[in-house]
């Protein structure tokens, strides 16, 4: 299947000239429309849009904000220009960096967690897309086809050929829904679970993919309006995670080793392993009590292929009866001692349940104490060493009550008040503060829509809050056409994490000191609340504005707000980076000090004489 279209080069100078002839507000409708005509597909848009799009803004929103000095400034010698980084680091991630990781253990699969550079080895040059880049298909196009050009590798088409995962047609991968574990595809993959969980309703709505390969399951969950959050390490393979991403499909580059995963305790409402190659039943256990942690009270395991079905299997999975039949009754053993209950075991398909409570499960209380994890805050992971012990549950007054608190069927739950904030365990978050912080994000949000009116339109599909708290912002965006990853810095106040997961979204911990988990090219738009003002003196800003521009698509978007003396440095750096920017004022007025700046990272690609000039 060959799609043709314009080369990349006349897009960027169609979409510069635009910017400068109608300014900001305009280039984003052109954006939009370049973006609706697919891939590629060239467009005579210049005079149509400024024929078609209504360009206002609020009225009391002024691009010439009142701030303690001047644009002109930015004009003054002294502006550091950032330069293109080598061809070669186009796919660079710096904390899974492969010759980086070479240098770890493979025990427990160390040297595939994150290990990121020291200061003296980051790179201050901006990250190239590859030659031919073009924006993603729209959702739910994406989910299907994506550019070859965007992810130009083919050994998965190799390797996973008769498992249906991905095919190369012409200039695009077609993902056609396959897997190792579902031939038939991951629809019907999925009724199979939907048989036995309650998938239907929206009591399942957050779910874990550990070992995710191209995230397929994911990404026909999200139809059943179920958000997956899938990882996989970066291996071998070359770009799962990546193709994932590309794809529309949330992921991060992740893997079960020696440290705990980087979400809260009783996050996920299912958890997930096809084939996902992780010894569950090694480390006394150790995995499984991790995912036990991340599993909400009432939530799900789902495990499919070995050893499950092993008596029929054996042959086919070239391994011994008596090597699979110990490593399931090794998994059984570790399901009993963490009382979750197997439902279903159809085929090769085998399906737990974790009780609701400690009080439903006698058993747990009878086990040495060494078994129960000692640490009082459960949600503490970064970092932190993985150990064989279980997570104690949220005391209750009843057998009949859910620890934690019992949650509604999404979409309810996005915005009635969360079982944390209700109980308290999220200081200074009464339920009147949160229902004051949905009002306050609703407005900002409606502020962002009135700036660039194709937020809400499929524009930008992948989307990054950078210091997410409560998840308002999320909650305020939300839409079938789109996604958020929300992150709470490891440095925030308060560990607000739960209370995302609770309303129904994904996210995760994250030191903006360090890179993210993920691939270059991997967001259409970041937002960015309070972040500079929250890192102030704990990392160089350019890191992270670097980062920033690591991890975002070209014409992709963010939107900064922060105190206006912030956001003014800000300014200064970003002035150097291929994007372009401008200030606006607060939504209720000039007078407001927290300001917004908007920018758009321009369309580039390597390949030029610019990229030979930096050093290796």
Same mark, same amino acid.
């Given at each position: 299947?060959?799609?043709?279209?314009?080369?990349?080069?006349?897009?960027?100078?169609?979409?510069?000239?635009?910017?400068?002839?109608?300014?900001?507000?305009?280039?984003?409708?052109?954006?939009? $429309?370049?973006?609706?005509?697919?891939?590629?597909?060239?467009?005579?848009?210049?005079?149509?849009?400024?024929?078609?799009?209504?360009?206002?803004?609020?009225?009391?929103?002024?691009?010439?904000?009142?701030?303690?000095?001047?644009?002109?400034?930015?004009?003054?010698?002294?502006?550091?220009?950032? !330069?293109?980084?080598?061809?070669?680091?186009?796919?660079?991630?710096?904390?899974?960096? +492969?010759?980086?990781?070479?240098?770890?253990?493979?025990?427990?699969?160390?040297?595939?967690?994150?290990?990121?550079?020291?200061?003296?080895?980051?790179?201050?040059?901006?990250?190239?897309?590859?030659?031919?880049?073009?924006?993603?298909?729209?959702?739910?196009? /994406?989910?299907?086809?994506?550019?070859?050009?965007?992810?130009?590798?083919?050994?998965?088409?190799?390797?996973?050929?008769?498992?249906?995962?991905? +095919?190369? %047609?012409?200039?695009?991968?077609?993902?056609?829904?396959?897997?190792?574990?579902?031939? +038939?595809?991951?629809?019907?993959?999925?009724?199979?679970?939907?048989?036995?969980?309650?998938?239907?309703?929206?009591?399942?709505?957050?779910?874990?993919?550990?070992?995710?390969?191209?995230?397929?399951?994911?990404?026909?969950?999200?139809?059943?309006?179920?958000?997956?959050?899938?990882?996989?390490?970066?291996?071998?393979?070359?770009?799962?995670?990546?193709?994932?991403?590309?794809?529309?499909?949330?992921?991060?580059?992740?893997?079960? =080793? #020696?440290?705990?995963?980087?979400?809260?305790?009783?996050?996920?409402?299912?958890?997930?392993? /096809?084939?996902?190659?992780?010894?569950? =039943?090694?480390?006394?256990?150790?995995?499984?009590?991790?995912?036990?942690?991340?599993?909400?009270?009432?939530?799900?395991? *789902?495990?499919?292929?070995?050893?499950?079905?092993?008596?029929?299997?054996?042959?086919?999975?070239?391994? #011994?009866?008596?090597?699979?039949?110990?490593? +399931? &009754?090794?998994?059984? !053993?570790?399901?009993?001692?963490?009382?979750?209950?197997?439902?279903?075991?159809?085929?090769?398909?085998?399906?737990?349940?974790?009780?609701?409570?400690?009080?439903?499960?006698?058993?747990?209380?009878?086990?040495?104490?060494?078994?129960?994890?000692?640490?009082?805050?459960?949600?503490?992971?970064?970092?932190?060493?993985?150990?064989?012990?279980?997570?104690?549950?949220?005391?209750?007054?009843?057998?009949?009550?859910?620890?934690?608190?019992?949650?509604?069927?999404?979409?309810?739950?996005?915005?009635?008040?969360?079982?944390?904030?209700?109980?308290?365990?999220?200081?200074?978050?009464?339920?009147?503060?949160?229902?004051?912080? &949905?009002?306050?994000?609703?407005?900002?949000?409606?502020?962002?829509?009135?700036?660039?009116?194709?937020?809400?339109?499929?524009?930008?599909?992948?989307?990054?809050?950078?210091? $997410?708290?409560?998840?308002?912002? $999320?909650?305020?965006?939300?839409?079938?056409?789109?996604?958020?990853?929300?992150?709470?810095?490891?440095?925030?106040?308060?560990?607000?994490?739960?209370?995302?997961?609770?309303?129904?979204?994904?996210?995760?911990?994250?030191?903006?000191?360090?890179?993210?988990?993920?691939?270059?090219?991997?967001?259409?738009?970041?937002?960015?609340?309070?972040?500079?003002?929250?890192?102030?003196?704990?990392?160089?800003? %350019?890191?992270?504005?670097?980062?920033?521009?690591?991890?975002?698509?070209?014409?992709?978007?963010?939107?900064?707000?922060?105190?206006?003396?912030?956001?003014?440095?800000?300014?200064?750096?970003?002035?150097?980076?291929?994007?372009?920017?401008?200030? *606006?004022?607060?939504?209720?007025?000039?007078?407001?000090? %927290?300001?917004?700046?908007?920018? *758009?990272?321009?369309?580039?690609?390597?390949? =030029?004489?610019?990229?030979?000039?930096?050093?290796?």
């Amino acid at each position: 299947m060959a799609i043709k279209g314009n080369t990349a080069e006349s897009r960027t100078r169609s979409s510069v000239s635009i910017f400068i002839v109608i300014g900001l507000c305009c280039f984003f409708y052109v954006l939009g $429309a370049w973006q609706k005509s697919g891939f590629g597909k060239g467009d005579s848009i210049a005079v149509e849009i400024t024929k078609q799009t209504d360009c206002t803004i609020l009225p009391n929103l002024n691009f010439e904000t009142h701030h303690s000095g001047s644009s002109d400034d930015l004009l003054e010698s002294g502006v550091q220009t950032f !330069e293109p980084c080598r061809d070669r680091y186009r796919d660079y991630t710096p904390c899974q960096d +492969q010759k980086r990781a070479m240098t770890f253990p493979r025990e427990n699969m160390n040297y595939r967690e994150r290990h990121c550079p020291p200061d003296e080895e980051k790179l201050y040059c901006l990250i190239p897309a590859p030659k031919g880049y073009v924006a993603p298909f729209p959702w739910p196009k /994406s989910r299907d086809y994506v550019p070859y050009a965007n992810v130009p590798y083919k050994s998965l088409t190799v390797e996973k050929a008769v498992q249906n995962w991905v +095919q190369y %047609e012409g200039n695009v991968f077609r993902f056609p829904g396959g897997g190792t574990q579902f031939p +038939q595809g991951a629809d019907r993959y999925i009724d199979q679970l939907a048989s036995v969980i309650p998938i239907a309703n929206g009591t399942v709505r957050t779910a874990l993919d550990t070992g995710c390969g191209v995230a397929s399951w994911g990404a026909y969950l999200l139809k059943r309006n179920v958000l997956a959050m899938s990882f996989a390490p970066r291996d071998s393979h070359e770009a799962q995670v990546q193709f994932a991403l590309e794809r529309g499909v949330p992921a991060v580059i992740g893997v079960l =080793g #020696t440290i705990q995963l980087p979400y809260p305790s009783r996050a996920f409402d299912m958890a997930h392993c /096809s084939r996902c190659l992780i010894p569950w =039943g090694s480390n006394d256990g150790m995995y499984m009590m991790e995912v036990d942690r991340v599993l909400r009270p009432g939530g799900y395991w *789902v495990l499919s292929g070995p050893p499950i079905n092993w008596r029929t299997n054996y042959q086919a999975w070239q391994r #011994t009866k008596e090597d699979l039949e110990e490593e +399931q &009754n090794k998994i059984e !053993e570790i399901a009993a001692l963490l009382c979750w209950e197997k439902i279903s075991e159809n085929g090769e398909i085998a399906i737990w349940r974790k009780r609701i409570n400690a009080d439903s499960c006698p058993g747990r209380q009878d086990e040495p104490h060494g078994r129960i994890c000692e640490s009082s805050n459960a949600d503490d992971v970064w970092y932190k060493k993985m150990k064989a012990c279980i997570t104690p549950y949220p005391e209750v007054s009843s057998s009949e009550e859910v620890a934690g608190g019992q949650l509604k069927t999404f979409p309810d739950r996005l915005n009635d008040v969360p079982p944390r904030i209700v109980s308290g365990s999220v200081p200074g978050f009464s339920v009147e503060a949160y229902h004051e912080d &949905n009002r306050l994000w609703k407005k900002h949000v409606n502020a962002y829509k009135k700036i660039n009116k194709y937020l809400n339109t499929g524009r930008y599909r992948n989307i990054m809050d950078m210091n $997410a708290g409560l998840g308002s912002f $999320a909650a305020a965006i939300e839409s079938p056409k789109l996604w958020v990853m929300n992150v709470v810095p490891t440095i925030a106040e308060k560990s607000m994490l739960g209370v995302v997961y609770e309303r129904g979204q994904i996210g995760i911990y994250h030191d903006w000191c360090e890179a993210f988990s993920t691939y270059p090219r991997t967001y259409d738009l970041i937002h960015a609340n309070g972040v500079f003002s929250l890192y102030k003196d704990k990392c160089k800003m %350019e890191d992270i504005l670097l980062e920033m521009d690591r991890i975002l698509r070209p014409e992709g978007a963010v939107f900064f707000r922060d105190e206006v003396d912030v956001l003014m440095k800000v300014k200064r750096i970003v002035s150097g980076m291929k994007w372009n920017i401008k200030m *606006v004022d607060h939504e209720d007025g000039p007078l407001v000090p %927290e300001k917004i700046l908007v920018a *758009v990272k321009q369309y580039w690609v390597g390949g =030029g004489k610019g990229n030979q000039t930096i050093a290796e």
